[in-house]
């Protein structure tokens, strides 16, 4: 029996993903797995008990990775899962920027009690009237699952469409419609595009990638939206750009004192992937990772330790192996089950960074003295007997 420990509310059609040899424990002391959205994590105590944390979500930055990878403990999340609402919040972020929906709305409002109203709207229009997005440039900096489903909606639409990822993947690619201009550097984007929007994620390299700098090279009455991070945004330089008029408009998913209320910004309550749908998607993906990885030490979307997947175990056991990215760890391992006179069926190691993540499948059962000897070889983190 596996349990499980959820620090925020997670929605039932994912925790009904659950098997029956799976329970939610009210104490984090004794689970094997955590399910999280926006809880912060860093300072939290980890359970010896705990072999997984999954978010229900992209975002990472609650959660402690390197502790985590340094105790064994994969970390998931649940990339695409709430692509398409962030989609649809984009295209609704760029038709707020160009039509003043916001501002007819609220003078609609203060006229409540003119009994003439359908009349002095035809004379008030004109006030909030705006421009189109059909036939405009959309810059999109990050290809990845959500990028790749504004790119297509908006070629729908009507717009041009520039994509720019260094790092585009093969799923991507093959998704991405074949109208979309793929750029190599995104100062062409910069450049021609009318809109740009960022889906990349917050990485030293990464901070504050629209700044200053960037800002110059944009078309002027450039719309930049950021349903992100906030922090890919030197919010400052955008405010300074916005008052220059070289920026049209500031769209952002991210309250903050810098941009609430400040002419030309449009914030929204960080309601990107609020939506049921959303929600559901990142609660049921994030209950699988997590029950595949448990029952057999298969790993898929984490962001501390690389993927590696052996499927079902059909041998008679099966020993995961968490360690340093150094040489020669493989022949210390095959050489404690070869001394044991344990063979090893079926092997995979994976690397990412300075650490590893090593699956072998074995004719006979692993010992506590055998799983001793491999705890104690310099450089593991963590020995787990998964079968």
């Not at 939610?24 to 809880?39: C, F, H, K, M, P």
């Not at 990485?203 to 890919?232: H, P, Q, W």
């Amino acid at each position: 029996m596996f349990q499980y420990y959820c620090l925020n509310p997670i929605s039932k059609i994912g925790l009904d993903e659950f098997s029956a040899d799976y329970q939610e424990t009210e104490t984090l002391s004794q689970a094997q797995g955590i399910l999280v959205r926006s809880a912060a994590m860093h300072d939290m105590e980890l359970p010896e008990s705990l072999l997984a944390v999954a978010r229900a979500g992209a975002g990472v930055n609650n959660i402690p990775l390197d502790k985590c990878a340094s105790h064994g403990i994969v970390v998931f999340n649940t990339p695409g899962a709430n692509a398409n609402g962030v989609k649809e919040i984009v295209i609704a972020g760029m038709l707020l920027a160009c039509r003043d929906i916001n501002g007819g709305i609220e003078w609609v409002k203060s006229a409540k009690d003119d009994e003439n109203i359908a009349k002095t709207a035809e004379k008030e229009k004109k006030n909030f009237a705006g421009t189109e997005i059909t036939g405009k440039k959309l810059g999109i900096i990050g290809l990845g699952a959500i990028g790749v489903k504004v790119a297509n909606a908006a070629k729908h639409l009507g717009m041009e469409v520039y994509g720019y990822d260094p790092y585009l993947s093969v799923d991507a690619a093959w998704n991405l419609s074949r109208d979309v201009k793929h750029v190599l550097n995104v100062d062409e984007i910069y450049e021609k595009c009318d809109f740009i929007t960022i889906h990349v994620p917050l990485l030293d390299s990464t901070k504050k990638m629209i700044n200053a700098e960037a800002i110059a090279k944009m078309k002027d009455g450039v719309v930049i939206l950021n349903y992100a991070r906030d922090l890919l945004a030197d919010e400052e330089a955008v405010l300074e750009g916005i008052k220059s008029g070289k920026v049209r408009k500031y769209v952002s998913d991210f309250p903050n004192t810098t941009t609430v209320g400040q002419p030309g910004c449009i914030v929204t309550p960080h309601l990107g992937a609020s939506t049921e749908e959303s929600e559901d998607n990142c609660a049921k993906m994030a209950v699988k990772e997590l029950m595949n990885y448990l029952e057999n030490g298969n790993i898929t979307n984490s962001v501390n330790y690389p993927n590696l997947d052996m499927g079902v175990c059909t041998n008679v056991g099966r020993v995961a192996i968490f360690h340093k990215n150094i040489a020669n760890m493989i022949t210390k391992f095959t050489g404690c089950f070869g001394e044991a006179d344990i063979n090893i069926s079926d092997m995979m190691n994976k690397s990412r960074g300075e650490v590893a993540y090593t699956m072998m499948d074995i004719e006979s059962p692993a010992t506590d003295e055998i799983v001793e000897r491999l705890k104690k070889i310099d450089g593991v983190f963590r020995v787990r007997v998964v079968k």
